[in-house]
């Protein structure tokens, strides 16, 4: 159930942080919502469900901060678990919802919530990841944060495969990807 607008005339808004693996997405996500509860307001934060890396009802960061989360399938069951109430929606690997997540997010914001997507904007191809180019697009505020590239040192941009499958979809951390600059990229030639 989506919320109604709202009556206390607060405006919605729409914040994007992006970046490739490893540059401090989840912790810029729990970093601002913890500051929502700081200010007593009704946060919910949700996650896919096919991130199957840590706990289905926790967001942990590479830091190891956590916060509670919803995991979910679908843009449609996120939307179906959303209490009317809330006034802070967080999103996290925005990459691996389905394209209606950017009308909803879209419908939030209208309604008066503030939401918060955090999500990788490329695959590790280099191509647009998901529904986050279009997400970025109609954010208020966009943040593209940096990780440090393993080779070289420099802030890298990109998510270097370096084993598995050629799919685009693969869940993994350190074993699967590195970051990567744009001269250390190397376009990923799988086994």
Known sequence: MSPAP??????GRLEAITGGMFSGKSEELVRRLRRALIARQKIQVFKPRADTRHQAEV???RDNREVAATSVASSQELRQKLDPETEVVGIDEAQFFDD????????????????IVAGLDQDF????????????????????VHAVCVRCGRLAQYSQRIAGGGEQVQV?????YEARCRHCYEPYQPE
């Open 59 to 61: 967001l942990v960061t």
């Open 6 to 11: 709202r009556q206390d005339g607060r405006a």
């Open 125 to 144: 191809l280099r191509q647009p990841f998901g529904p986050m180019p279009q997400i970025l697009a109609l954010a208020e505020f966009v943040d593209k």
């Open 100 to 115: 209606d997540l950017t009308e909803l997010v879209t419908d939030l914001a209208d309604r008066g919530v503030r939401v």
């Open 172 to 176: 993994g951390d350190s074993e699967a």
